[in-house]
């Protein structure tokens, strides 16, 4: 009977303190994502300019397909998080994997492209240049993984490790997407490791931090 | 109230606009589900937290359920999520019984049955699972445990600690 008072207690505690909420809707989220990877992306552009070819009105097939795949990791990942957000039972959280699957073409392409020319790729203005994409990358991919974090806080995410990660690759793959837009380097080298390192380091980051900001 | 999926959806709208009303009768509802939703996959002194904690997560999760979508798959993935968590933190229960308290079996047996912990226990390994239902469940102790099934003590707390780690990560899966 105790029991059923203090349920009864409970329940009179919670409708006491009931205020109207804004249910969270998939577009809403989705509308949130896109926003803070365009305006990261168009932050790096205005504060770095755009790549000279893109200016000349042309573009290099390489760093089309490297950007397209970025982007588009960018975006499975995203719809994930937004989806793990909203909890229930039946959902599928695996989609962004396929995109992941193809996304790491590039750094098994580029880590045996960089095998093949041997110490050439190890030259110390090749890997100046290449930490400089990663922390521009890195930097820029800072305001997605916030969003999706603020996401994942008012939602009810079951899986926060998971989450973690995911919003981690989300952040990452678009914090790539947007250095794809100055980068002028369309070596297969560079892309595949570095700027593929950027989606890397902010998985392993999201997997370690987002998880203790979401918990419930 | 019957706690049928319609309901529950109607009230849980109007609740997030602010209705106290019918937020007291779906707290109410749901308290009742919840009960039976559990009945038998929790030791029965563990139940009432257990209850209490799920409608305190309701509570403070609300927002992350649209009218667009099904009330009650939501509604038992917070329950799982909150239950998964509760037998994580478990230390041996007082019953070495399991009482047979049948409440509030649901009007909508499909969804109930894809729903249900049983299910998601069911995804689990055999030893996985009887270890956990042992143990973290029935209350019995890792010795008892290792008896009943002939497992050695220290496979019953791996079995127990796997099969916790899967329950976690399969919270949403049918």
Redesign the interface.
Known sequence: MT?HR??DA???A????????????FGAGLAGALTAAGLSAAGVVMLLGLRPDWVAGSADPMHLVATGLFGGLGLAASVTVIVM???????D?GGWRWAAGMAALLPLVGLAAAIGRGREAMAPEVMRHGAECFGLGAAASLLVAAMLTAWLR???P??PA?AGLVAGVAAGAFGSFAVSLHCPDNDIVHIGIWHAATVVAMAAAGRLVIPRLIR? | MRADEATLARLMAL????D?QS??AL??AC?RWLRGYYSRRIAPSS??DL??ET???L?????????T??FL??L???A??RWVDHLRRLYRADEHELHEELLGTDDEPAIAA??SLDRLLGLLPPAQERAIALVKIEGLSIAEASAMTGQSESLVKVNIHRGLRKL??M????
Do not use: C, F, N
Request: aromatic share 6%.
């Open positions: 029991m203090d349920s409970l329940i009179a919670l409708v006491g303190e009931l205020e109207p909420v804004r249910p969270l809707r957000g909203r909890p229930q039972v039946g959902s959280h008012r939602g009810a079951t899986a998971r419930w | 609740s997030q606009q602010g106290r937020y007291a707290l109410e308290q139940l009432d209850v209490q409608l305190i997560a509570h403070t999760k609300r927002a992350s359920w649209d009218a979508r099904p798959p939501w038992a993935a917070i799982r999520y894809r729903i976690a990560l919270i949403e899966k049918e």
